[in-house]
């Protein structure tokens, strides 16, 4: 193995524990705090006990590990090189001729595979989780809860409509009988009472209007029973069950007013297309998922942002304002990453820009740093 193989492994392994270690310490600092607030608010609730908060608490563990995960390649790496360099390693390596673009290989290609497995591999497992912790939240720290919380207690859904007009749409409104019963959506076990459904053609002109006490959410169906409809010149039909196709399920329903940090990765695609066919808005769907394709980059430029931040030699003096320098720079990303995401979900940006514009700043910021380093 030769002596640049052998310092990049070195650098990468000393790398991969720091980022991992500051990884394990900042979920476990941020879990404890959600844990006092959790305990904070179950102590007015009799029925929430101390082994209920600790089971929410652990449940939110992955979702906490992946929102701190760049903040963590960036302080471990700002960690691991800043030891490096007080040990002169790195200058050591430098002066024997090794480049600075060959030890950080290692680097770069840890926090990409620790991207790489936050997107692919803890992703799904923190949105299954997160959606049980949500599911105990809402039933026993909440005072409404899912989707009878809307609205003043009314649903409103949004379908396309071809049976009338090519192009129409459909909006259905009414009060959830429950917000969900596990297994039972196959026997009806969805429904709502009060129900009004609207049918508009192109250009929002009027169809016809259905009034019905109850309707029942059948596979591929809604059933609204002892329905009344209306005709466009408001003539009223005879009262009976009125049959309306649908591609909505329970679980799209409750899932589009969710958050998106309750879906896995791999069964976001599928239903951001579900979603907007049914009429709803997917932008915020679509920003999160964007946002994890641009993790495995973002914490590599995070791991570069680290390097050329800590590499300076400690007898030139600085090094704590550098290292100040690049937690800031952090922290600035972080704000920059918030600011974007909400005009993504406003629609000011397009979603990818607003997804992927930290990761690129980010990026582009280490490149010039290293590039002033290493050959400026």
Known sequence: MTLAA???????????????????????????????ELLRRAATRPDAGFALVAQIAGLRLPFVAMQLL???????????FWR??????????????VSAWGFLSGPVLVALVLGLVGTIGVSPLSSSMLARAERLDHAY????????????????????????DPGGL???????????????????????????LWRLGANDRPLARVEAPRARLLPGQWVLEDAVAFN????????????????LTPDRIENSFASPDTLSFWALPGFIEVLEAAGFSAVRHRLHF???????????????????FSMRSSRRGGVARMLAYGIAAGFALFVLDRITGEFGEAGTLPVTLAAWAPTVAGLLLALALLLHLEDG
């Not at 760049?70 to 691991?80: C, E, I, K, T």
């Not at 959830?176 to 039972?184: I, K, Q, Y």
């Not at 466009?232 to 591609?247: H, I, K, Y």
């Open 170 to 196: 459909a909006i259905l409104s009414g009060r959830p009988v429950s917000d969900r019963r596990a297994g039972a959506a196959a026997a009806g076990g969805f429904a709502m009472t009060d129900v009004s």
């Open 141 to 164: 720290l909440r005072n409404a809860s899912g989707l009878t919380a809307l609205a003043g207690g009314r649903l409103w859904l949004r379908q396309a409509d071809r049976g009338l």
């Open 232 to 247: 466009a010149d408001r003539s009223a039909g005879p009262r009976q069950a009125v049959l309306f196709p649908t591609e």
């Open 290 to 308: 964007q946002s994890l394709l641009a993790l495995p980059l973002l914490a590599a430029a995070m791991a570069l942002l680290a390097a050329g």
């Open 84 to 97: 490096l360099s007080r040990s002169s390693e790195l200058v050591v390596a430098r002066a024997a001729g």
């Open 70 to 80: 760049p903040f963590a390649v960036l302080l471990g790496g700002l960690l691991a």
């Open 6 to 36: 052998t310092l990049t492994f070195y650098v990468a392994r000393r790398f991969a524990g720091a980022c991992v270690a500051m990884l394990a310490g900042l979920t476990l600092l941020v879990a404890l705090f959600d844990f006092i």
